[in-house]
T-cell receptor, first 114, second 113 residues
């Protein structure tokens, strides 16, 4: 089954404790991205990657890091989480970068930073 | 830059009634327009999209949307609401060469039995 998977689905952590949210897709997609969803703000892009070893900032990159060492994986790293990073996070992928391409979303990771 | 405005953060309809969710976009170049649906505790799923060609786009689950350039709108409709349509709906816009989608703030649809 074609899908985007994320782990963990739920995470509670404390301020300053480094964490990683994994994202994997099995569709051989070149393009992957991370979004955060906050009430009243919709989804905002954090980082994106057009292919292996090619990443760039989205609209809200502060406090986040990413890497793309393999085509299928695109982990999101919070080196020193803060309470304002409490949010619902989605990974997405598409075949290529392009305005008309359909993005496929993972199930989401709900993060609470105390 | 592109942007999307969704009018009404909450919409309630009776089962069997018409569903109309409003979306207006802003873009200086021809847009690509999307509607995504998010069921509780799930990721976003594409309902339909407009890229080029026919301005009336049909999607899954009986939904459709019409691209109206003169009104900069892409409203989502369904003739008869079903209980299973209760979800949050997001309109999004992109353009050729863009690196991301710009999402609206979402509309939560409630279906009353």
């Amino acid at each position: 089954e074609a899908q985007v998977t994320q782990n963990p689905r739920y995470l509670i952590t404390v301020t300053g404790k480094k964490l990683t949210v994994t994202c994997s897709q099995n569709m051989n997609h070149e393009y992957m991205s991370w979004y955060r969803q906050d009430p009243g703000l919709g989804l905002r892009q954090i980082y994106y990657s057009m292919n292996v070893e090619v990443t760039d900032k989205g609209d809200v990159p502060e406090g986040y890091k990413v890497s793309r060492k393999e085509k299928r994986n695109f982990p999101l790293i919070l080196e020193s989480p803060s309470p304002n990073q409490t949010s619902l996070y989605f990974c997405a992928s598409s075949l290529i970068r392009g305005g008309g391409e359909t993005q496929y979303f993972g199930p989401g990771t709900r993060l609470l930073v105390l | 830059a592109q942007s999307v405005t969704q009018l009404g953060s909450h919409v309630s309809v009776s089962e069997g009634a018409l569903v109309l969710l409003r979306c207006n976009y802003s873009s200086s170049v021809p847009p690509y327009l999307f509607w995504y649906v998010q069921y509780p505790n799930q990721g976003l799923q594409l309902l339909l999209k407009y890229t080029t060609g026919a301005t009336l786009v049909k999607g899954i689950n009986g939904f459709e949307a019409e691209f109206k350039k003169s009104e900069t709108s892409f409203h989502l409709t369904k003739p008869s609401a079903h209980m299973s349509d209760a979800a949050e709906y997001f309109c999004a816009v992109s353009v050729a060469g863009a690196n991301n989608l710009f999402f609206g703030t979402g509309t939560r649809l409630t279906v009353i039995p």
